[in-house]
């Protein structure tokens, strides 16, 4: 999962867009705006959402290849009479599946986490942590589902060393390209941040991060970074002044619970209760309590203040 996205799907990003997937399975959503609670979307190099068409033709392709290459080597190697070297493209071909085995085994481990079965989930992904055999790129990113975990347990101390192992795997991969997996993890990090109340920190890394892709993915990332920051800091006045092209966003993105509520708090730091409210309204109508209070538990409770 360590090469150009555009390329190979397995550099893609697929990124949890709704909070529940009842059956643990993977679906994919054409639309980062319209995705459901139990889709995902499928995120380029650039954070651009592209088709779940192109996703299983890439894959199909990349699969395809492999064994098409792997076999020809066999045939090739009995033809010029050096049939030991066929042991070498079995071992790759080997190596190849153990590699597709734990990249399904990945998915399957974020699918559950997105349907907040969490122990079933830890199950599934840490043993990816420690297996041999496994990919930087996907232990990496086993890491990186596991502070998901640890965020919907309460545990963003947790969570926050979880990201920053994450991050020490990309750093060790230097001979192929991350996709947008490096943003995504330092987006995380900025948020773990802003939701620990460690606001400065948060914002130093945010502020090195301004070479981070402007897709529609990225784009939803940063509008909440920015508005857990500012949250953190009890303060709205970071924000840009005018804040309808996030509104407009928002109200667009059924996944975007987390950027409604917090714009209703910030409409409301401003002096514009009216706005604030249905904000928050719109917001709630997206919300699943449960999930939502252990993930953000200092938004819920300032709904909850707010609703008495």
Same mark, same amino acid.
């Given at each position: 999962? #360590? =090469?150009?996205?555009?390329? @190979?799907?397995?550099?893609?990003?697929?990124?949890?867009?709704?909070?529940?997937? /009842?059956?643990?399975?993977?679906?994919?959503?054409?639309?980062?705006?319209?995705? @459901?609670?139990?889709?995902? +979307?499928?995120?380029g190099?650039?954070?651009?959402?592209?088709?779940?068409?192109?996703?299983? %033709?890439?894959?199909?392709?990349?699969?395809?290849?492999?064994?098409?290459a792997?076999?020809?080597? +066999?045939?090739?190697? &009995?033809?010029?009479?050096?049939?030991?070297?066929?042991?070498?493209? +079995?071992?790759?071909?080997?190596?190849?599946?153990?590699? !597709?085995? =734990?990249?399904?085994?990945?998915?399957?481990?974020?699918?559950?986490?997105?349907?907040?079965?969490?122990?079933?989930a830890?199950?599934?992904?840490?043993?990816?942590?420690?297996?041999p055999?496994? $990919?930087q $790129?996907? =232990?990496?990113?086993?890491w990186? @589902?596991?502070?998901?975990?640890?965020?919907?347990?309460?545990?963003?101390?947790?969570?926050?060393?979880?990201?920053?192992?994450?991050?020490?795997?990309? =750093?060790?991969?230097w !001979? #192929?390209?991350?996709?947008?997996?490096?943003? &995504?993890?330092?987006?995380?990090?900025v948020?773990?941040?802003?939701?620990?109340?460690r606001?400065?920190?948060?914002?130093?890394?945010?502020?090195?991060? *301004?070479?981070?892709?402007?897709?529609?993915?990225?784009?939803?990332? *940063?509008? @909440?970074?920015?508005?857990?920051?500012?949250?953190?800091?009890?303060? /709205?006045?970071?924000?840009?002044?005018?804040?309808?092209p996030?509104v $407009?966003?928002?109200?667009?993105?059924?996944?975007?619970?987390?950027?409604?509520?917090?714009?209703? !708090?910030?409409?409301?730091?401003?002096?514009?209760?009216?706005?604030?409210?249905?904000?928050?309204?719109?917001?709630?109508?997206? &919300?699943?309590?449960?999930?939502?209070?252990?993930?953000?538990?200092? %938004?819920?409770?300032? &709904?909850q *203040?707010?609703?008495?």
């Amino acid at each position: 999962m #360590a =090469r150009d996205a555009d390329r @190979n799907p397995e550099a893609l990003a697929l990124a949890p867009a709704g909070v529940v997937v /009842p059956d643990a399975t993977l679906k994919l959503s054409p639309s980062l705006a319209r995705a @459901n609670r139990d889709e995902f +979307v499928f995120v380029g190099r650039h954070g651009q959402v592209l088709s779940p068409a192109r996703y299983r %033709v890439q894959r199909a392709a990349a699969l395809g290849l492999a064994g098409v290459a792997a076999l020809g080597g +066999v045939a090739f190697s &009995i033809i010029v009479g050096a049939p030991w070297l066929a042991l070498l493209y +079995v071992a790759s071909l080997v190596y190849g599946g153990n590699v !597709w085995r =734990r990249s399904e085994q990945l998915k399957r481990g974020a699918a559950l986490l997105a349907a907040d079965r969490l122990e079933e989930a830890e199950q599934t992904l840490l043993p990816l942590t420690r297996a041999p055999l496994v $990919t930087q $790129t996907v =232990r990496a990113l086993a890491w990186q @589902n596991l502070a998901g975990i640890s965020l919907r347990r309460g545990e963003p101390e947790l969570a926050l060393a979880q990201v920053r192992r994450c991050q020490q795997l990309f =750093r060790a991969i230097w !001979w #192929a390209p991350l996709g947008p997996w490096r943003w &995504i993890n330092r987006f995380s990090e900025v948020q773990i941040l802003a939701q620990l109340g460690r606001v400065e920190e948060g914002r130093k890394i945010y502020a090195e991060m *301004r070479s981070a892709p402007s897709g529609e993915y990225f784009a939803l990332l *940063r509008m @909440n970074a920015e508005l857990m920051l500012a949250f953190a800091e009890g303060d /709205p006045s970071s924000l840009p002044d005018d804040l309808h092209p996030w509104v $407009t966003t928002a109200l667009s993105t059924t996944s975007a619970e987390l950027a409604l509520a917090v714009l209703g !708090w910030a409409y409301e730091r401003r002096g514009e209760p009216d706005m604030a409210v249905h904000l928050v309204e719109q917001a709630l109508d997206r &919300i699943d309590p449960s999930l939502f209070a252990r993930t953000f538990p200092r %938004v819920w409770a300032w &709904i909850q *203040r707010r609703s008495r």
